[in-house]
């Protein structure tokens, strides 16, 4: 929260209100002379913007200087242009380093973007007085190699580094020796005001004032500007060094304005804090020593969109308010907030399928009202409004306040800024390939479904690939890896202020969304070490469509793959590849090579699993069965002319490992289950591998690693449907699960508690409807004595048909499709009536 004091602080003297502002801010000595107009703000506050937007108005200043970084005086012609709309930010980078940036976030409702809009409007200079970015820049990098953390830091690892005021909620803004302590001047004086929440203060003198007040307009600033003074004098400069610094040369830039255009032709927009060392007497050379020797390097800077979530983040400049959307709201509606605001709130719920008429939005007005009243409130805010919506609108639920806080209180609004605002040739191009592709950036989280046969959606998945290989993650795959044999993909979407500094970072690269990921990639695979993490690369390669770099990051992969004989290792890196083969050919992509390089791979998988299977522990077990089932599943996805030799051996790999002794119980339970499933291996022959595990001669750790490997689920992703799968297996052969019944009930306590950690894990997996028809089925027991069962009609089906059960659904199904006649009817007549 950005806690720098505003105008309307509610403090009360004596004399001319215009007399006190500038006495107050302009002299310290507060004897009435004149001098240049201090307007202290608290960034991004809708109360202090009007209050700014009045002054000016009334004093008709000839030049505006506002708090700021000086290289943007360039940018603030575009703040004119009707293609800007906030919220907005600069953006400040190094140049040699681009991942060093640093934002200053403006809203419709700051009063910095309020007086430069005066400014332009009017036809009087503009000009930004803080500490240039390019040795704010120069000192954040400083600070990062010492240790020192003056630095404002935000979520995305950039830095603002002269971005912030005291009290913005920042952590770790000052060193542990600095001799003055960061106080929050807000809190100070709404507790010195018998308030107990800050923001509660803030609100009641402030935001309530509302527009069209009669007051004198420098009045609250006189006021903030006593109470600012008040407070430095107890408790000193309250924020890092850095403050010192910064003031200094606003200092200097406030005198070359008083130089050229007169004192009373002067006005100051800066956060209220600051106020009190401006007007401090200081002398030009006790300024420019505390400038000297400061690091500095070459910055770039823009216009960036900016949005009303990343207003709301307690982190770096971009923090101070906890509610962008509803003091938008509040600066921009021309009366009535509260019915005004309860009135969205309603509309936004009739659009989620909820019953709110007029008559809930009167009786939430009343009852806001009323709770201000209550309160000792001159305003309904938004916790009372809050209150009446759940109370009215929502029967007392905090559900729906989830949905008016994300898109109403917060908001999800993307800022514009023109074509003409200066930009890496990077940027350029993608904002042309959104164009074409009609993929326009937003702060509305949305998930974007493409089918990769249309050309459209094609070019939109390869530009979100290719974004994702720059670093550039505007789109997440709501899914880590494609499904088998799919068209389609998708997509969650996005976009995060801090990406245009990504974009500046991945600049380096080239000057095209192609030709970067390019040489991204060919870099990458020159660097890469592991054997995985080139079949990685090269299956990003194909999803992104890069043609080029696929030369190298194929060299690379046979290099790595020719050196490295860890059986392990080449298991892990076989799936990626079968993978790019796979979804390669779904994107009409030449795979020739890669096919030939995955075969290879797999023949060495073939002849050397056996002989790496034995001698494991339990975590070397664990760790080779998850390679057990990728290889499995990779070699089934290698297309025909790759794939097809391969099976057969693949086969005789897993036989030979379910009926190996040496090899651990997990490798040998899970061998027996892929070639069941595959139908390698009949039912008989797996209940004889089962008898054999399970027999009293087995250790019974080793027996349920076993059971683990054979009935428990593939590892890594879905796991969990795997799992339920072997469940099923147990359901519909009642011979292994009488197998699995009588070695449990025949293992001694002693084992027994030995071997739970295992099965609960294994059986813990199962859906709950798998759980319970188990749990009947044991309590029921095999079926001795009665008819003997019919053989299963398919794998994995249960034997034979019940036909007594089947019969009992009839008269419902001839009810429902209006068969007619008696429930007698055999299946033959059913199907007679329904065609």
């Known amino acids: 929260m950005t806690t720098t004091g505003a105008p309307g602080a509610g403090a009360a003297s004596t004399g001319s209100a215009s007399t006190r502002a500038r006495a107050g801010a302009g002299v310290r000595s507060g004897s009435g002379a004149g001098g240049p107009l201090l307007l202290g703000v608290r960034h991004h506050g809708p109360g202090s913007a009007r209050a700014v937007r009045a002054a000016l108005d009334a004093a008709a200043p000839r030049v505006v200087l506002v708090e700021g970084p000086p290289e943007g005086d360039a940018l603030l012609a575009l703040a004119a242009d009707e293609a800007m709309r906030p919220p907005v930010a600069l953006l400040a980078h190094a140049v040699d380093d681009p991942g060093r940036a640093a934002f200053w976030p403006l809203a419709e409702f700051s009063p910095e973007w309020v007086a430069i809009r005066w400014a332009l409007e009017h036809d009087v200079p503009a000009r930004f007085i803080d500490l240039p970015a390019a040795h704010s820049l120069a000192l954040a990098a400083a600070d990062d190699e010492s240790g020192d953390v003056d630095v404002h830091a935000d979520e995305s690892g950039s830095e603002s580094g002269s971005g912030s005021e005291p009290g913005s909620g920042s ?12 106080i929050d001047p807000l809190a100070v004086l709404a507790g010195a005001a018998g308030y107990d929440d800050p923001e509660r203060w803030w609100e009641d003198v402030i935001e309530h004032r509302g527009p069209g007040r009669a007051d004198d307009p420098f009045a609250p600033f006189a006021a903030v500007a006593e109470a600012m003074g008040a407070l430095r004098e107890e408790y000193g400069d309250g924020g890092p060094r850095r403050d010192l610094v910064r003031e200094a040369h606003m200092r200097l830039q406030l005198r070359t304005a008083r130089k050229e255009f007169g004192d009373d032709g002067v006005a100051v927009v800066c956060g209220a804090w600051h106020v009190p060392a401006l007007g401090r007497k200081t002398t030009v050379a006790a300024d420019r020593a505390l400038l000297k020797g400061l690091p500095k390097v070459k910055a770039g800077m823009t216009w960036v969109p900016w949005t009303h979530r990343r207003l709301a983040r307690h982190s770096g400049y971009g923090a101070g308010i906890d509610s962008p959307g509803w003091y938008g709201h509040l600066f921009g509606v021309p009366d009535r907030p509260v019915e005004r605001w309860l009135t969205k709130v309603a509309g936004l719920l009739r659009e989620e399928d909820r019953t709110v008429s007029s008559a809930h939005v009167i009786e939430a007005v009343r009852l806001a009202e009323t709770l201000a009243a209550m309160r000792g409130r001159p305003l309904a805010g938004l916790t ?37 605002a200066p930009a890496v040739p990077l940027q350029r191009d993608l904002t042309a390939l959104q164009r074409t592709l009609r993929l326009k950036p937003e702060a509305l989280e949305r998930e974007l479904d493409l089918d990769l046969r249309k050309e459209l959606d094609a070019e939109r998945g390869r530009l979100l690939h290719r974004l994702r290989l720059l670093g550039i993650d505007w789109g997440e795959p709501l899914i880590a890896r494609p499904s088998t044999g799919t068209f389609r993909e998708s997509w969650r979407l996005r976009w995060e202020p801090e990406l245009y500094v990504r974009v500046a970072e991945a600049g380096v690269w080239g000057t095209t969304v192609l030709s970067a990921a390019t040489a991204k990639a060919e870099s990458r695979a020159l660097a890469a070490t592991a054997l995985a993490e080139v079949t990685a690369l090269a299956e990003r390669c194909l999803l992104a469509a890069l043609p080029d770099a696929l030369p190298t990051v194929m060299r690379a992969l046979a ?7 860890d059986v392990g290792r080449l298991a892990q890196a076989l799936p990626a590849l079968a993978r790019s083969l796979r979804y390669g050919d779904v994107r009409s992509t030449d795979t020739g090579a890669l096919g030939e390089v995955a075969a290879g791979l797999a023949e060495r998988i073939c002849v050397g699993l056996p002989p790496a299977c034995t001698g494991l522990d339990a975590d070397g077990a664990a760790e080779m069965r998850g390679h057990l089932d990728g290889v499995h599943t990779a070699i089934g996805l290698l297309p025909d002319g790759h794939g097809r030799d391969l099976a057969g051996r693949w086969g005789a790999v897993l036989r030979t490992l379910a009926g190996r002794d040496t090899a651990p119980g997990e490798i040998r339970g899970r061998a027996a289950r892929l070639l069941l499933d595959d139908g390698r291996l009949a039912e008989d022959e797996a209940a004889r591998f089962m008898g054999l595990a399970l027999s009293p001669g087995t250790p019974p750790t080793d027996a349920a690693a076993w059971i683990e490997g054979f009935v428990g689920g593939a590892s890594g992703a879905g796991r969990q449907a795997a799992s339920s799968a072997g469940g099923m297996l147990l359901v519909h052969d009642e011979r292994l699960l009488g197998l699995v019944d009588a070695w449990l009930t025949g293992v001694s306590a002693e084992a027994f508690t030995d071997v739970l950690p295992l099965l609960r ?43 007594a059960r089947a019969d009992a659904v009839l008269p ?11 429930a007698a009817h055999n299946s033959d007549d059913l199907l007679e009536a329904t065609g």
């Open 171 to 182: 952590e770790g803004d000052g060193s542990a020796d600095e001799e003055s302590v960061r």
């Open 812 to 822: 419902v199904l001839r009810l429902l499709l209006g068969a007619g006649g008696s």
């Open 384 to 420: 009372e409004t809050t209150d009446a919506v759940r109370a009215v609108m929502c029967e007392g639920s905090d559900v729906p306040l989830g949905l008016i806080h994300d898109r109403l209180i917060v908001g999800e609004v993307l800022g514009e800024v023109p074509d003409t």
């Open 559 to 565: 290099d790595r793959a020719a050196l490295d004989a």
């Open 761 to 803: 894990r294994t059986f813990s997996a199962y859906e709950p409807g798998v759980r319970r028809t188990l749990g009947e089925l044991v309590r029921r027991g095999p079926a001795n004595g009665g008819p003997v069962a019919p053989e299963a009609a398919a794998p994995g089906f249960g034997p034979g048909l019940d036909e």
